[in-house]
């Protein structure tokens, strides 16, 4: 092949022909896709140890910083299902790279941002670009890798989901001390430019591409009325109290179950017409499903709102730097990982009451957290059984609640309720952390240790809430 010879393209096939695609193939493609999805959890985590410097640089105020986290979880969760929908339409892969190549630009944006607007607006576009990558990626899985192979694959997906998670804040403190180009900051960003480079120029030759046939259309008017209620949600959530809740924030918030109504009226209209609706009514009428997707939704608007809190509390709080900040975090990720590992085995011999094990284990540590903190004076190493707890109780709830809810989704709806679920885990933590940061920010006044303590009561009761919860959920052998 000449240098003016085009790249040699992956075959494009219908998914029932994918089976006589070979299995080298198949294994090439997956760096690719891993790549994709390391990426866009890595950069909703690794923010939170750039927050002090970035927030320092930029002079962005308190809402800025909720964005930069908020606004990547709120793009991500309204355009997830409908850029799931249209792979389905114009082929998976080739909206993997319009992903890739979206989220390289915005990473840019993000890193290149003069002032706190451009980066809030970047961070949004990220979102939309994660949208794009997330459920393709598990479509491609899904169709490329039959049997066994689907489930070497989708474990490790899991595997670097869990490391991009509990890695992040490490990977950001070494990022900012190494200072490369003296980018500090900006460098948790700007690395994702080289990455996704690569990674999408072999896309096209390693990944192959699939289609549906006869495709739904994509739910314009649901996708609108989703961004006008979750922006009618949040944006007072986080604005009201740097502004001190002007009228417009009550009028907003008052607004939001309205538009929320109007959205489930619409998905139950274009349902009943034989359309196809962003979020599956039938889903919402089913006692098991419906308590599942509730449990997702209650646990996810306490994760991403603890790393924020912690991570301005470990900086700002305790003097930390973004180094020393990312190492107490990892702590948390050795603990996560350890229990994750297990996490399946467990699953079927405890059922959901791992769940409500995994809920209580991490309430339990924000408990010992509180009490670390009361006692500020003393050493940064008392955070240590907390932070234990806490990402050994993420580790026991975040798969095996997946696992419970999809155990029980028939092979129809198996698609509509991971593409639920996924939505449920971005709306809980871009409403999470809109909640939780008016709690925090607004008992800054008091100070750091004061607006952590008070952030943790909160969290640990969302917690408890969801080992109550799970008692809802379906039951398995395990729990009979």
């Known amino acids: 092949m000449t240098k003016l010879d085009p790249a040699p393209e992956a075959p494009t096939v219908p998914a029932a022909r994918f089976r006589g695609i070979a299995p080298v193939r198949r294994l090439s493609s997956l760096p690719v896709l891993m790549c994709g999805v390391f990426i866009i959890v890595l950069d909703f985590f690794v923010v939170n140890v750039a927050l002090p410097s970035m927030q320092a640089d930029l002079h962005a105020g308190a809402s800025a910083i909720e964005w930069v986290i908020a606004g990547y979880g709120l793009t991500f969760a309204v355009f997830l299902i409908a850029a799931g929908r249209l792979g389905d339409m114009i ?66 997906y899991g595997m670097v989901m869990g490391l991009a998670a509990a890695g992040g804040q490490l990977i950001g403190g070494i990022l900012i001390q190494a200072n490369l180009f003296g980018w500090g900051w900006r460098t948790v960003f700007l690395i994702n430019v080289p990455v996704g480079l690569v990674a999408l120029a072999f896309t096209r030759r390693l990944v192959p591409e699939s289609r549906v046939d006869h495709p739904g259309r994509i739910d314009v008017g649901g996708n609108v009325l989703a961004v006008l209620g979750m ?36 998905q139950q209209r274009l349902s009943q017409r034989g359309g196809t609706p962003l979020l599956d009514p039938a889903l919402f009428r089913q006692r098991a499903l419906l308590s599942g997707l509730g449990t997702q939704l209650v646990f996810w608007c306490g994760q991403a709102s603890f790393f924020l809190v912690l991570a301005l509390y470990l900086q700002k709080g305790r003097g930390l730097d973004a180094l020393q900040a990312g190492l107490v975090f990892s702590i948390l990720a050795l603990a996560y990982l350890a229990t994750s590992m297990r996490a399946p085995g467990l699953t079927l011999r405890f059922g959901r009451s791992l769940i409500a094990m995994g809920a209580i284990t991490l309430a339990v540590g924000d408990i010992a957290l509180l009490a670390a903190a009361h006692g500020a004076a003393g050493s940064i190493g008392l955070l240590a059984p907390g932070l234990v707890l ?21 092979g129809e709806r198996a698609g509509a309720v991971s593409g639920a679920l996924a939505t449920m885990q971005q709306v809980g933590n871009a409403v999470g952390l809109a909640v939780t940061g008016v709690i925090f920010f607004g008992a800054l006044s008091s100070g750091y240790q004061r607006a952590f303590e008070l952030a943790l009561v909160e969290l640990a009761a969302l917690l408890l809430a969801v080992a109550a919860l799970t008692r809802l959920l379906p039951r398995t052998r395990a729990d009979r």
């Open 91 to 156: 082929g998976r892969r080739l909206t993997f790279a319009i992903g890739l190549a979206l989220f390289v630009l915005a990473s840019a944006g993000c890193g290149l941002a003069p002032n706190p607007t451009v980066l809030v607006v970047a961070r949004l576009a990220q979102g939309v670009a994660a949208a794009f990558i997330s459920p393709n990626v598990l479509a491609i899985m899904g169709v490329a890798f039959p049997g066994a192979a689907r489930v070497r694959a989708i474990t490790v």
């Open 231 to 266: 922006t009618a949600l949040v944006l007072p959530l986080v604005e009201g109290t740097q502004l001190h809740w002007p009228a417009w924030t009550w009028v907003s918030l008052a607004a939001a179950p309205a538009v929320f109504t109007a959205f489930a009226l619409h």
């Open 390 to 410: 806490v990402g050994a109780g993420m580790g026991l709830c975040i798969t095996p609640l997946t696992t419970t809810v999809l155990a029980h989704a028939d």
